[in-house]
Nanobody
Framework: QVQLVESGGGLVQAGGSLRLSCAASGRTFGTYPMGWFRQAPGKEREFVSAISWSGGSTYYAEIVKGRFTISRDNAKNTVYLQMNSLKPEDAAVYYC???????????????????WGQGTQVTVSS
């Protein structure tokens, strides 16, 4: 079992920055990948970013590449999502997710992830 708690969401003006955090407890943190997904009203949940168990590999959706940075601190059991140059279309509920230690397919797929946080709201004003 893994428990995930996101924080850091809020209201920001377009062009601004936010840093999301996701604290994990339960299973040994440094043994599984972590991901961030988001869901805007009326839309399906979509992949944003992911990071391998070691932090050595990172993955991004094309629409956030160059603006968002994912990182993890395995000593603190925490994964981060630094979001810069935010746009109104980035507004959504952001979820962190803990992946399976062993998985097949792409790390961008929701099927890789076993546990989900409750989400944190990001609002971007134009």
């Amino acid at each position: 079992q893994v428990q995930l708690v996101e924080s850091g969401g809020g209201l920001v003006q377009a062009g601004g920055s936010l840093r999301l955090s996701c604290a994990a407890s339960g299973r040994t943190f440094g043994t599984y990948p972590m991901g961030w997904f988001r869901q805007a009203p009326g839309k399906e949940r979509e992949f944003v970013s992911a990071i391998s168990w070691s932090g050595g590999s990172t993955y991004y959706a094309e629409i956030v590449k160059g603006r968002f940075t994912i990182s993890r601190d395995n000593a603190k059991n925490t994964v981060y999502l630094q979001m810069n140059s935010l746009k109104p279309e980035d507004a959504a509920v952001y979820y962190c997710a803990a992946g399976k230690t062993f998985y097949s397919g792409t790390i961008k797929s929701e099927g890789v992830y076993e546990y989900w946080g409750q989400g944190t709201q990001v609002t971007v004003s134009s």
